[in-house]
């Protein structure tokens, strides 16, 4: 592991912020971290390699397809090693709107050189060739599985570091969308994203697409300093929320209202981000491989979360935009 201070992406310039083409107007993408099934709370493992929650994404994608959505599914080693989850992930790509990404996972990503500690489950974290060599591994393997080389990347546990947008340029991808913004994982030894912003930049080569965050309340000029100011206040973050003052959400069904969420659109919208990223896991599609979705009833709260926001884009006129959207509209 890298030793030294969190990592921080420094803040793009405003030559590198994306000034989308106009005929782009305001649009959605949804990435999917489609991975293998652990424990969150348990010790990470390179023995966690099962596959099960992949016979629950064709009616998922169904869903999403029927509404004219593209998946870009962000496929691990496992997902890509495994022939069934590969001949199911090979049928959603015919959808047209739907590629092949890659997530890094390293504790199950070969080469494996020492035993995992938390801090290198993170993999910017990593030595220089161990990143590189693990990320080549896996980026051939997809490429072997399905056929084509991926153009768009995301590190497990939003690990990137600050040699990995020059290694995902060498690779030939043209998306990174590792950065969370609002997110400070420093105190588990990952990145601070705390104070990036949800705003399209390049880097290089390559183009980072934050997941999407948003804060909102009455307090939310303050943003993402006025957060960080209040986790050194006790329940400080706890009692804006309630008091209507400051939340951050961030655009998933997994730990997010639907009602915070659609509020998070409005402000989105209203302040002119033109693309926001969504997310979720693969295996919270079925219950009990994830905290988010424990049971009969977080599913349906899963899949009507979804039906509710894309209910909401159709009303707004924000229309999905693909990868392959996307790379087209960047030039």
Not at 18 to 44: K, M, Q, S, Y
Not at 186 to 214: H, K, M
Not at 263 to 275: I, K, M
Request: proline share 8%; aromatic share 10%.
């Amino acid at each position: 592991m890298i030793a030294g201070r969190a990592y921080r992406p420094p803040p793009p310039t405003a030559a590198q912020r994306i000034a989308w083409p106009d005929d782009f107007g305001t649009r959605f993408t949804v990435f999917v971290d489609v991975e293998e099934e652990f424990d969150w709370h348990a010790p990470l493992d390179t023995r966690n390699r099962a596959t099960t929650a992949m016979a629950a994404f064709p009616d998922a994608h169904r869903r999403f397809a029927e509404r004219g959505v593209g998946l870009t599914c962000m496929v691990d080693h496992p997902i890509a090693t495994d022939p069934a989850s590969v001949a199911i992930l090979s049928r959603v790509v015919e959808d047209g709107r739907s590629e092949i990404g890659t997530q890094l996972h390293p504790w199950v990503s070969p080469p494996f050189a020492t035993a995992t500690t938390p801090g290198d489950s993170y993999a910017g974290n990593l030595p220089a060739a161990l990143e590189a060599a693990k990320l080549a591994t896996l980026t051939t393997a997809i490429t072997t599985a399905f056929g084509s080389a991926p153009r768009a990347y995301r590190a497990g546990r939003y690990g990137i570091g600050p040699r990995s947008f020059d290694l995902l340029a060498r690779l030939g991808y043209r998306i990174d969308s590792s950065v969370r913004p609002g997110y400070d994982y420093s105190a588990d030894s990952g990145p601070d994203f705390a104070t990036a912003d949800a705003q399209a930049y390049r880097v290089g080569d390559v183009v980072e697409l934050p997941l999407t965050t948003v804060f909102t309340g009455r307090a939310r000029r303050g943003g993402a300093l006025l957060y960080r100011a209040l986790s050194y206040v006790p329940k400080g973050r706890g009692a804006f929320a309630r008091a209507g003052l400051l939340s951050r959400i961030a655009l998933t069904p997994e730990d997010m209202p639907i009602d915070a969420a659609l509020e998070a659109v409005a402000v989105a919208a209203g302040e002119g981000l033109r693309l926001l990223n969504l997310s979720f896991h693969s295996p919270s599609l079925v219950p009990g491989h994830t905290p988010y979705v424990r049971d009969a009833a977080d599913l349906k709260r899963f899949h009507t979360w979804w039906t509710t926001i894309l209910d909401e884009f159709d009303r707004r006129g924000i229309r999905n935009a693909s990868l392959n959207e996307i790379i087209a509209a960047l030039g």
